[in-house]
Each structure stands twice: as structure tokens, then as C-alpha cells.
């Protein structure tokens, strides 16, 4: 079956890095989604990365993919109070195709 | 372009009573997902559709009831509200990678 799992809560100070593991367990995955959930809102993609890649980076986010261990993770550089918010990664196994989230890392930014 | 809206935002309801949520996007795709989030469990995929006229079964279908009216609207229905059923309910809409989501009706069932 899949399963999605991401650590439940992440607190950092203004100006450091974030960095937001999730593990699956479906090898099979091929697209792999980083999602923000501001609060009162939906869920907003962030990023995502196709399972033949290590790394995408994109402005002071950074997506880093090892398919060997199942592991992926969101760095987000010089972290400011906006970023604040939940993130959920998910996968699935084709575009188009439907989504399995993990549970949510809710990120406290610290002034 | 509006996006994907859903109505109502916020929905109190009794035991046993029945509500249609509605969602509706402008932006001519194909799949429509209903999810809902609970705390700790992230999202969980309720129905979809992956086009008019078809719908299919997700992960936590008992209870609900879907319709997919036409290409723009797809509806998700309680027909017996239960507390078990109290939760943040989001609707999405996808294109290729993406998908969108609307901004979640929260639904209390007493």
C-alpha cells in the first residue's frame, strides 16, 4: 500500500534554513509534491520533482530526492515569518494521476 | 478565472441531517478530487473524477455521495450527517502535474 509520513512539527529562527523530511514507502512513486497550507486556505504546490531527478531547486527552496532510501525533503533558505505554515509532501504515480498525502510538517518561524 | 470555489465555507450540522457541498472551477480541467482534513492525517481522498461523467471511490467514500453535474462542478453530498463526519473539506482540480485547490468548507456535525 502507500503510505506517506512527515514529522509533525519543525520550529526555526528568522533567517536560517528549514528543512522538511518526508518519507514513502511506494517505489513506484513518480511524481513527488511539496504542498503549503497557509492557515484558513487550501493547499497551495510549492514544488514538485520527478522521480528520475536528485535535486530542483527553485528560488530559496531546494528539493532534495533519494529514491534508494525513499526520502525526500524541502529546504527552504533564510526562513522568514511568511513561510510559516504547514507543509505536505505527496506522491503519486502519474500525472494526472490522484494524490497520496502525508499527514503535514506544521513550521513555526521564530522572529 | 476564479479557480476552484467551493460553497458553503462554514457549515453547522445535526446529527442525521443531510447537506450538499458544492465546488465548481473555471479552468476547463478534467480530474476533480474531494478531500478532508483532519489534524494529524493530512488529506484524505474521498471520490474523484477523472472526467464528466465518471466518478470513482477513494480511500474514505463511506458516507458520501458525489455527482459530477458537468465538466465545471462536482458535488459532494452527506446524506446522514454523523460527528465522525466533522472536518475541514477541500475540493481540488487538476491538469497534468498540478493540481488546485479550493479554500475548504469547515463542517461541524453535533
Known amino acids: 500500500g502507500e503510505d506517506v509520513e512527515q514529522s509533525l512539527f519543525l520550529s526555526v529562527r528568522e533567517g536560517d534554513s528549514s528543512v522538511i523530511n518526508c518519507t514513502y514507502t511506494?517505489?513506484?512513486?513518480?511524481?513527488l509534491y511539496w504542498y503549503k497550507q497557509e492557515p484558513g486556505a487550501g493547499l497551495q504546490l510549492l514544488t514538485y520533482?520527478?522521480?528520475?531527478?536528485d535535486m530542483k531547486q527553485d528560488q530559496r527552496l531546494t528539493v532534495l530526492l533519494n529514491k534508494k532510501d525513499k526520502h525526500l525533503s524541502l529546504r527552504i533558505a533564510d526562513t522568514q515569518t511568511g513561510d510559516s505554515a504547514i507543509y505536505f509532501c505527496?506522491?503519486?504515480?502519474?500525472?494526472?494521476?490522484?494524490?497520496?498525502f502525508g499527514g503535514g510538517t506544521r513550521v513555526l518561524v521564530k522572529p | 478565472n476564479a479557480g476552484v470555489t467551493q460553497t458553503p465555507k462554514f457549515q453547522v450540522l445535526k446529527t442525521g441531517q443531510s447537506m450538499t457541498l458544492q465546488c465548481a472551477q473555471d479552468?476547463?480541467?478534467?480530474?476533480m478530487y474531494w478531500y478532508r482534513q483532519d489534524p494529524g492525517m493530512g488529506l484524505r481522498l474521498i471520490y474523484y473524477?477523472?472526467?464528466?461523467?465518471?466518478?470513482d471511490k477513494g480511500e474514505v467514500p463511506n458516507g458520501y455521495n458525489v455527482s459530477r453535474l458537468n465538466k465545471r462542478e462536482f458535488s459532494l453530498r452527506l446524506e446522514s450527517a454523523a460527528p465522525s463526519q466533522t472536518s475541514v473539506y477541500f475540493c481540488?482540480?487538476?491538469?497534468?502535474?498540478?493540481?488546485?485547490f479550493g479554500p475548504g468548507t469547515r463542517l461541524t456535525v453535533l
Open positions: 505527496a506522491e503519486s504515480k502519474a500525472a494526472g494521476n490522484k494524490l497520496t
Open positions: 473524477s477523472a472526467s464528466e461523467g465518471t466518478t
Open positions: 511506494d517505489s513506484s512513486s513518480t511524481y
Open positions: 481540488a482540480s487538476q491538469i497534468g502535474d498540478t493540481q488546485y
Open positions: 520533482i520527478f522521480s528520475n531527478m
Open positions: 479552468m476547463n480541467h478534467n480530474s
